[in-house]
């Protein structure tokens, strides 16, 4: 591995289940991110995490959940997924937080119904 | 409120320069990056600026006026390869990154 990977590259889900979307990076970045794209706007912050054990609310948590058991992964939860919801997830990571430039996965294309 | 502009969408001729201007209003201000994403892809980052002035790297160049809250991003000797969509995103007081929607630049030979 090298970078940032993430899981699954696509996926098409049922309103109401649950889903998991995972990322892990090999850079031993400290800081790790997760991001919603939706046409016409800017990336939008769904959660954050500092360091290792610690996350963090962004402009978009609604709906969402994040761990951050260790340095490398940082999965992301949608507990009962909507069709608001469908979007393209990107994760991303930095050496350190606060302003560290941000190296991003290549995303996962995901679809509500 | 926090916000950044840019041009929805841009044209520009292979070989030719493009500008690709961006405002933005940020609580507090801690520096301003573009990253560059091609259609599907990941968004890299591109550059950093945080100083008044303008910083070149090959054909790209990133300007910055702090006191017009206002940044370009300068593309030389334009290759099809730069067909892309290019985004602005400021660093305000807490640290965090407020994205604009992006510059789709399309490139025509």
């Known amino acids: 591995i090298a970078g940032i990977t993430q899981a699954p590259t696509s996926q098409i889900l049922a309103a109401g289940r649950r889903m998991t979307l995972r990322c892990t990076q090999d850079?031993?970045?400290?800081?790790m991110y997760w991001y919603r794209q939706d046409l016409g706007l800017g990336l939008r912050l769904i959660h954050y995490?500092?360091?290792?054990?610690?996350?963090g609310k962004g402009e978009v948590p609604d709906g969402y959940s994040v761990s951050r058991a260790n340095t490398d992964d940082f999965p992301l939860t949608l507990a009962s997924a909507v069709p608001s919801q469908t979007s393209v997830y990107f994760c991303a990571s930095s050496e350190l937080a606060g302003g560290d430039t941000q190296y991003f996965g290549p995303g996962t294309r995901l679809t509500v119904l | 409120g926090q916000n950044i502009d840019q041009p929805t969408e841009m044209t520009a001729t292979e070989g030719a320069i493009v500008q690709i201007n961006c405002t933005y209003q940020?609580?507090?201000?801690?520096?301003l990056f573009w990253y560059q994403q091609h259609a599907g892809e990941a968004p890299t980052f591109l550059s950093y600026?945080?100083l008044d002035g303008l910083e070149e790297k090959g054909r790209f160049s990133s300007f910055l006026s702090r006191s017009k809250g206002y940044s370009y991003l300068l593309l030389k000797e334009l290759q099809m390869k730069d067909s892309a969509s290019y985004l602005c995103a400021g660093l305000d007081s807490n640290y965090q990154l407020i994205w604009g929607a992006g510059t789709k630049l399309i490139i025509k030979p």
């Open positions: 600026n945080v």
């Open positions: 995490s500092n360091t290792a054990g610690t996350t």
């Open positions: 850079m031993r970045h400290n800081a």
């Open positions: 940020t609580s507090g201000f801690n520096g």
